[in-house]
């Protein structure tokens, strides 16, 4: 039996046909692994569609998961930060909620945590999508992994895997989440990348548009001569965002 805690954080954002059959699949995977102490915990980045609704309802469904709604926006930054402040497991899985993101790897992220390693990235190997996305992110993954001095072929995956006492000390300002791996490997973690299966999205439609792409630029030049935080901007956000519920 396994002797550790899980939290699979999932930010939505108009995502409401895509939740139930996420969870349900996560759910038969984890009891697969026998995971007694799980939770899954779904934050509603404030979707405009019928999302929030849903999340209730899967609350009821599945006592496993537990549903946050935050106040505002925040282009999945803040639903992130909230899911990791709230996560109460050993280690701690993130994934995106669209569903190409196959709940079949999580025994594989937990594996790599289990031989030693503080953070998972996901490498989607085959990216199911469009080709446009796929070179942008190819350009931006390897001018990143020049400039820290890490290979990483996916830092922009949403599927990863900490331990959770490397997220307690983590404190990533507004879109610069993406950066994670790369930050966590200059403060003297370890990070390792393994492949993933990747699946094209079936319902709703990608929130990364144009804007996206521009902004890396910005986020990359403010990351390399980021000052450490020591988390009071954060946790400022956390309480506006949820109002503190803790």
């Not at 929130?207 to 521009?214: A, E, I, P, Q, V």
Request: proline fraction near 4%.
């Amino acid at each position: 039996m396994p002797d550790y805690s899980l939290s699979i954080v999932l930010p939505a954002y108009n995502e409401a046909e895509n939740l139930e059959p996420l969870v349900t699949e996560i759910v038969a995977v984890l009891k697969s692994m026998q995971v007694v102490h799980r939770e899954i915990l779904i934050v509603d980045d404030a979707s405009t569609d019928q999302t929030a609704n849903v999340v209730i309802a899967i609350a009821k469904s599945f006592p496993e998961v537990r549903g946050i709604h935050l106040r505002k926006n925040t282009k999945k930054a803040g639903a992130l930060l909230c899911g990791y402040r709230l996560a109460k497991g050993d280690f701690v899985i993130t994934m995106d909620t669209d569903l190409q993101d196959d709940p079949k790897e999580i025994p594989h992220l937990i594996a790599a945590l289990e031989n030693g390693a503080d953070v998972v990235n996901g490498w989607r190997v085959k990216r199911m999508d469009s080709w446009q996305k796929r070179m942008s992110s190819l350009a931006a993954n390897r001018l990143t992994s020049f400039l820290f001095g890490q290979r990483l072929h996916d830092m922009n995956s949403g599927y990863k895997a900490y331990r959770a006492g490397v997220l307690k000390k983590l404190y990533i300002p507004g879109s610069l989440y993406r950066f994670i791996p790369h930050l966590l490997f200059r403060q003297g973690y370890t990070v390792v990348e393994i492949p993933v299966n990747h699946r094209p999205r079936l319902h709703g439609e990608t929130k990364f548009r144009l804007g996206h792409r521009l902004r890396y630029f910005v986020d990359l030049i403010m990351v390399l001569f980021a000052t450490p935080s020591n988390g009071t901007q954060e946790t400022a956000l956390f309480d506006e965002l949820t109002g503190g519920n803790r």
